[in-house]
């Protein structure tokens, strides 16, 4: 009944670490309850996935450490080389060209403009020695502004947006808390306003009144913003509260993709309902 | 012609840690709900209620039987067969479900948590928190409790907001789960 296209598809994305062999991908897998090839030893860290993601929608991606949900990010946003598969979006030549078959130049314009990346560690997103304000300007000159005050504005409503206070600017993130930091890894993934945000375990590792600070603030930006997020976490509160769909992934496969409270109330496949009855 | 035809409903959970147990919710149920009309499901306890209602709010998926549903642009659908996005796209709109008991983050006032829906659907604040307030107010809860969470809020006012969320949206099918079962008489 729905039928408007996706803002963003991925179509059968494998990634492959090694030689590879053509037994890999039948050779993996939850079946076989192991990701490492065992003909010729390479590691399928996600193989076959595939996914389509709304205008505005929060997609959840779940599974346990090692179920390959990262790379999907990563090779999405150009940190890995898929072995194959297909991406498009729909900004990018009107959703008809293949994000993963494009130039490098236009891999880092699809970077810097149409998603945005938040990792788990914020050293990843960030200059740490750098102040905020540079981390956010290095975003911003990309687009061409050259202006100072310009700039410098910009940077300000993004960390205002943010909650990171504006007189802390001027100092690198390496001085902030594990929360601020993650704040300041938000403002500078927002900062062309692209349409799709990819988060990586966001809230790992900080303490619960951080995490439910930034979690917050990501609800904010959905209501405010209307962008597309696709959420990772280990963290099926995350999800529950994040996302509106949601995808399990175990051993480099999407095992089941539903409603989130249907996977959480209602889950199908064999490895879902461990997961799901696992929950604290 | 009814909103809602359901039609030889069953849903079985298979339990796989339990050696694919099977687990029976609901079997072989029909009725119908004609626009405005107000159908009571009464059994005891572990009857199924409950698993009908999430069926045709797809928080479960049906075993087998249809859900034929008439939407607001006159199609009809079988919820049990309809895509997630489909399902999404009627409960932003035609179908509101209100659980047995309120669930909400601590931290949210309860008129953000009613104004939420409706922020899905346009993003216009103001109108949300209007729309959010008269709603509140026509279910006598008292302004002073507005801009709190509530989780510190009686059972009964709890319910209340449960039941002002799912009101909000102006639904054309309300599920309601229990609604009283929390209360005192």
């Keep these: 009944m729905d039928t408007v296209p996706a803002l963003l598809r991925i ?3 494998t990634k492959i670490h090694g030689a590879g062999c053509d037994a890999c991908v039948a050779l993996t897998g939850p079946q076989a309850g192991a990701n490492v090839c065992p003909r010729c ?53 009107e ?33 740490m020695d750098f102040s905020s304000g540079a981390n956010i300007a290095e975003r911003l000159l990309v687009v061409g502004d050259r202006h100072f005050g310009r700039i410098r504005g910009r940077a ?8 990171v206070p504006f007189a802390r600017i001027d100092e690198p993130p390496r001085r902030f808390s594990g929360g601020m930091q993650q704040r300041v890894q938000i403002a500078k993934a927002l900062a062309n306003d692209p349409p799709v945000l990819l988060f990586d375990e966001v809230t790992t590792g900080l303490d619960v009144s951080v995490q439910a600070r930034v979690l917050d603030l990501i609800r904010e930006l959905r209501r405010r913003l209307r962008v597309a997020m696709i959420v ?30 249907q996977i959480l109330e209602d889950p199908q496949r064999p490895y879902t309902q461990l997961l799901v009855s696992a929950q604290l | 012609m009814p909103l809602l035809s359901v039609e030889r409903l069953a849903k079985t959970f298979r339990l796989h840690a339990l050696g694919g147990l099977a687990v029976r919710g609901c079997a072989d149920v029909s009725f119908d709900v004609d626009p405005g009309q107000c159908v009571r499901l009464a059994g005891p306890s572990g009857s199924g209620k409950s698993s009908v209602l999430k ?50 983050v601590p931290r949210v006032p309860a008129r953000d948590i009613i104004a939420e829906g409706l922020w ?66």
């Design chain 2, 120 to 185: 899905a659907l346009d993003g216009d604040v103001a109108a949300g928190r209007n729309a959010a307030d008269a709603v509140l107010g026509r279910l006598e809860i008292r302004p002073t409790l507005w801009d709190l969470s509530p989780v510190t809020f009686s059972g009964g006012e709890q319910q209340r907001v449960n039941l002002a969320r799912a009101l909000v949206l102006r639904p054309r099918l309300l599920l309601l789960d229990e609604p009283t079962s929390a209360l005192s008489a």
């Design chain 1, 41 to 93: 030893g390479s590691v399928v860290a996600c193989a076959d996935v595939s996914l389509e993601v709304q205008a505005g929608e929060i997609f959840g991606i779940v599974g346990e450490s090692g179920s390959g949900k990262t790379t999907v990010l990563r090779c999405l946003y150009g940190d890995e080389a898929p072995t194959s598969g297909r991406a498009y979006l729909a900004p990018f030549d």
């Design chain 1, 232 to 261: 990772v976490s280990h963290d099926l509160g995350v999800i529950r509260l994040l996302a509106q769909r949601t995808a399990v992934m175990k051993d480099g496969r999407i095992v089941e993709v539903g409603l989130t409270d």
């Design chain 1, 156 to 163: 300000r409503a993004l960390l205002e947006r943010t909650e």
């Design chain 1, 11 to 13: 179509d059968a994305l």
């Design chain 2, 55 to 104: 069926c045709i709010y797809r928080t479960y998926r049906p075993t087998s039987g249809t859900l034929r549903y008439r939407a607001e642009d006159g199609r009809a659908v079988d919820l049990g067969a309809l895509d997630d996005r489909g399902v999404l796209a009627l409960r932003r709109r035609e179908i509101a479900y209100v659980p047995q008991f309120l669930r909400v």
């Design chain 1, 95 to 127: 959703g008809r060209a293949d994000l993963f078959a494009a130039s490098p130049q236009r891999r880092y314009y699809i970077r810097t403009h149409l998603l945005g990346m938040v990792y788990q560690s914020p050293a990843l997103g960030l200059r």
